[in-house]
């Protein structure tokens, strides 16, 4: 019996494969602005001006600024939505993880030698990892809690496999 699971699409695709560009088109648009106030306002003399200290912090706080918020946004978007129209299928033989761009993961059932939780979740939602050996290579794919039914998924996987789900 072969069964379905797939991650729903809450984000355009076009958004989910382009929206790293529009962030730090954001943070580099802010940086040009920095840029531009102080080569409008700055007093560049060769000598030690105290008057231009400020704006050079200004300046050095809005290049933070424009590299961390577009850092800190995509980290935290592609941990939430990264998976989104991913879609898993798992049968008497095989568990098959497809990628929404295209690629695709076939894992034997035989081949699986462990299922469990990541110890410290860096970026929520949690994963959970399927881990196949075959030979000696080892290879694995993790799903989320944006999955609906994943404990339902990684419960029928550990009846199947025979490996215990340590959770």
């Keep these: 019996m072969?069964?379905?699971f797939?991650?729903?699409?809450?984000?355009?695709?076009?958004?989910?494969?382009?929206y790293y560009f529009f962030t730090w088109l954001l943070g580099l648009s802010l940086?040009?602005?920095?840029?531009?106030?102080?080569?409008?306002?700055g007093k560049f003399s060769y000598g030690i001006d105290l008057g231009c200290l400020w704006k050079s912090t200004v300046l050095l706080l809005l290049t933070t600024v424009s590299f961390a918020i577009?850092?800190?946004?995509n980290t935290r978007f592609i941990a939430e939505h990264g998976q989104e129209g991913d879609v898993i299928t798992l049968d008497e033989?095989?568990?098959?993880?497809n990628y929404r761009k295209g690629v695709d993961k076939n894992f034997a059932l035989s081949d699986i030698v462990r299922i469990y939780k990541e110890p410290v979740t860096?970026?929520?939602?949690?994963?959970?990892?399927?881990?196949?050996?075959t030979g000696q290579?080892?290879?694995?794919v993790f799903v989320t809690k944006n999955l609906p039914g994943f404990e339902k998924?990684?419960?029928?996987l550990s009846v199947l496999t025979n490996v215990p789900f340590e959770r």
């Design 2 to 4: 072969q069964q379905v």
């Design 6 to 18: 797939q991650y729903p699409l809450t984000y355009p695709s076009w958004w989910l494969d382009n």
């Design 31 to 41: 940086l040009a602005v920095g840029w531009g106030v102080f080569f409008r306002f």
């Design 70 to 73: 577009p850092q800190a946004y």
């Design 93 to 97: 033989n095989s568990l098959s993880y």
């Design 122 to 133: 860096f970026n929520p939602p949690s994963k959970y990892f399927v881990v196949a050996e």
């Design 137 to 140: 290579t080892k290879d694995s």
């Design 153 to 156: 998924m990684l419960d029928e």
